[in-house]
């Protein structure tokens, strides 16, 4: 193994998680390809092959969407989200691509203090090798458990 592409990586996970957790929007979008896939879904649904998913978003532009949405028309209890990620296990390297997964975990916060375990899972990633770096071309989200508490605002 490439030890220096696992460094990449394995940076670029952590990168991830700490945009999403301060609310770096665009820093979060732009780790993504033009064309790319982005979903939450049930274990369940995955392993089953089956298409439904808690969010699915198709383009750089409808996760941008996304954003507007969670910044100026979403209203909803305010709350911080935590990741722990663990170290990526990466699958296969085809050229430019790496397909990649890694186990996660994330915490909410809300205003009282309280936080509580939100969601847990793993990513499932196809990330492209290009010249501005690694980029996002799929990151699927599955979540362990058979719902989300309350409602999915943010990006996971």
């Known amino acids: 193994m490439d030890m220096q592409l696992y460094l990449q990586v394995n940076q670029f996970y952590q990168d991830y998680a700490a945009a999403v957790d301060a609310e770096q929007w665009e ?15 049930s274990r369940e649904n995955y392993d089953q092959g089956l298409p439904l998913a808690a969010l699915s978003l ?3 532009g409808m996760l941008k969407d996304r954003i ?5 028309t979403i209203f909803h209890d305010p709350y911080y989200q935590r990741h722990l990620v663990s170290a990526p296990r990466i ?5 430019d691509l790496v397909e990649s997964e890694a186990s996660y975990a994330v915490f909410r916060t809300k205003s009282d203090g309280v936080s509580q375990v939100f969601n847990v899972g793993r990513y499932i990633d196809r990330l492209r090798q290009t010249p501005d770096g690694l980029k996002l071309e799929s ?3 599955v979540f362990d458990s058979e719902m989300i508490l ?6 996971i």
């Open 68 to 72: 507007y949405g969670i910044t100026e």
């Open 27 to 41: 820093n979060w979008y732009e780790m993504f390809i033009d064309d790319c896939l982005y979903r939450v879904q």
């Open 150 to 155: 309350n409602s999915l605002i943010y990006p």
């Open 91 to 95: 699958l296969t390297v085809d050229n």
């Open 58 to 60: 198709d383009s750089k």
């Open 139 to 141: 990151r699927i989200c």
